[in-house]
């Protein structure tokens, strides 16, 4: 709990996180998946919980849905079918969108679904083990898809 803390100390000195829920207002450039996955998996371990793992089938819908958010920022797709029809076996989803390239930064994706009810209970789900996550730049904002089994 002492490292999670940490973070969020670091985080209300320096002011970094302006978010606006419920899809999360978090924009681009330093994207490093492996990083918003080690702090995702930091998170679950300051509860035991087990690490997640990347998934190529989970990153292949989370790429289709992080650029679908361009046009429809929501859990149903831009055609009106739901979320979970992105790929095979998806079980979870978590979207954010940045306006800036401070919220677009790994963990303040991480942290913002940390915070959020609805998305820190597919975060530290002991049910998810596996995730996809992707990146989606267009027209000044970053969206951000997180799919999970």
Known sequence: MRSVKKIVYMFAMAG?????????????????????????????????LGPLTFNDSLTQAAHIRAKELKTRFSHTRPDGS???TAGANLCGENLARAENEEQSRSLNVAYAWYISPGHSANLLSGYFTQVGISYYEEAGYTYIACEFR
């Open 16 to 48: 970094m996180l302006c978010l606006v829920t419920p899809g999360i207002i978090t924009r681009a450039c330093s994207t490093d998946v492996s990083q918003v996955l080690g702090y995702m998996n930091q998170f679950r371990a300051e509860i035991g």
């Open 82 to 84: 739901a979320w979970y």
